[in-house]
């Protein structure tokens, strides 16, 4: 029987997708690559940046019924990408302790949609994992030592994923490196969060979150920062490190998690 070259994420990805039901997981690259946009394409291509913010600043118009400023709708836009690319490389680390190993230019979404539901493609060249794994003698497979190592990776990952989009926005989005590497941290932590409260599997999510970011790990700022909070069951909190300026939109409301709340209280 032939050795299949293709890493055995397939079912993984589905599994993502089907808790994450606004989104659309289709492994390999894009079936009409002119349709959609690649991250590498957003560092590249100015014109094609543009195109991904102007994109998302109508989809915001429509949805709030008033333009947004363009530093706010390059940090969603930002957002968007970011996580994206976050859920693709930590939903697999929670799952199947295995960790996709993904350039920017594995990573598509369609083109002029401004939206964060709907397809993306993930094309993955190799992929991380335990010894224990039974994929661990695939052709695509990295064997790392332990759980620690492979948290590693998937750090090493994401930084190196995310750093050359964030390059590319931060001209458009007003904001120094400590804010997007916060905004960055802050959508690592959040995705596992989500992932985990979409499966019922909150508390492992949580301590993964807060095992893959500890605190100390540039250029990661700060730590996860889950904390617990006494509502009419036990739940879990926690403060963003950067602001996503949804107040700019909507003044009158709030988010729960602003870190503006925590530095009004002092």
């Known amino acids: ?9 397939g079912e993984t990805y589905a599994r993502v997708a089907a808790a994450c039901d606004f989104l659309q997981i289709q492994v390999g690259r894009p079936p009409d690559p002119e349709s959609w ?46 996580w994206l690319a976050c859920l693709l ?13 993904l350039g920017p230019g594995d990573v598509a979404v369609p083109r002029r949609t401004g939206v964060l539901a709907g397809p993306v493609t993930v094309a993955v060249p190799g992929f991380a994992c335990l010894p224990g794994d039974p994929a661990a003698d695939h052709p695509q497979a990295r064997v790392v030592a332990d ?3 492979l948290r590693r990776v998937a750090r090493d990952t994401v930084a190196g994923h995310l ?21 960055v941290t802050d959508e ?40 617990t909070v006494e509502l009419r069951d036990r739940a879990y909190t ?6 996503c300026l949804y107040y700019t939109l909507c003044p009158e409301d709030v988010c729960s998690n602003c870190p503006r709340i925590a530095a009004a209280a002092g």
């Not at 994109?55 to 333009?67: F, I, L, N, T, V």
């Not at 926005?169 to 007003?174: D, I, K, S």
């Open 147 to 149: 759980a620690d190592a």
């Open 1 to 9: 029987m032939p050795v299949s070259t293709t890493p055995p994420l």
């Open 188 to 227: 690592l932590a959040g995705t596992l969060w989500h992932l985990g409260k979409a499966l019922g599997r909150e508390e492992e999510a949580v301590a993964e979150a807060t095992a893959l970011l500890p605190g100390g790990t540039p250029p990661f700022v700060g730590g996860a920062g889950f904390r």
């Open 163 to 183: 750093a050359p989009v964030l390059a590319a926005f931060r001209p458009h989005v007003r904001r120094g490196p400590h804010a997007l590497w916060g905004m």
């Open 37 to 82: 946009t690649t991250g590498a394409q957003l560092t590249a291509d100015a014109k094609r940046l543009v195109e991904f913010v102007d994109a998302k600043a109508a989809r915001m118009e429509q949805e709030y019924g008033r333009p947004a400023r363009r530093d706010v709708v390059a940090s969603w836009a930002f957002h968007h990408y970011a």
């Open 89 to 101: 490389v930590a939903g697999p680390l929670l799952l199947d302790r295995r960790v996709p190993l």
């Open 238 to 243: 926690r403060t963003r490190l950067t602001c």
